[in-house]
Nanobody, 126 residues
Framework: QVQLVESGGGLVQAGGSLRLSCTTSGRSFSVYRMAWFRQAPGKEREFVGAINWSIGNTVSSDSVKGRFTISRDNAKNTMYLQMNSLKPEDTAVYFC???????????????????WGQGTQVTVSS
């Protein structure tokens, strides 16, 4: 069984920064792609960004581009989300997701991921 565990969430003032982590554990797991999604109260879960595990190239949503950065540490099986210049509208539960194999499904689509974490709350106060 593969598990994803997010950490690093919390309460921060607008303009501040947080770094989220997502660590994989469980059976031997060869990652193809990992991603961050977020879900605000009463809203759909939305794509934040994704990273191709072997190459390291990333893609991000327009709403976070220039403020959030995705990276990974292969040796630690961990993905990170560095969030800077946070805004109240960034308040949400942040989820990480992963898949093992290539897929034609776009990185921004929830259906493209097999494994999901439980989420970590990020609250940005104004």
């Amino acid at each position: 069984q593969v598990q994803l565990v997010e950490s690093g969430g919390g309460l921060v003032q607008a303009g501040g920064s947080l770094r989220l982590s997502c660590t994989t554990s469980g059976r031997s797991f060869s990652v193809y792609r990992m991603a961050w999604f977020r879900q605000a109260p009463g809203k759909e879960r939305e794509f934040v960004g994704a990273i191709n595990w072997s190459i390291g190239n990333t893609v991000s949503s327009d709403s976070v581009k220039g403020r959030f950065t995705i990276s990974r540490d292969n040796a630690k099986n961990t993905m990170y989300l560095q969030m800077n210049s946070l805004k109240p509208e960034d308040t949400a539960v942040y989820f990480c997701a992963a898949r093992e194999t290539w897929t034609p499904v776009a990185a921004s689509e929830k259906a493209g991921y097999r494994y999901w974490g439980q989420g970590t709350q990020v609250t940005v106060s104004s």
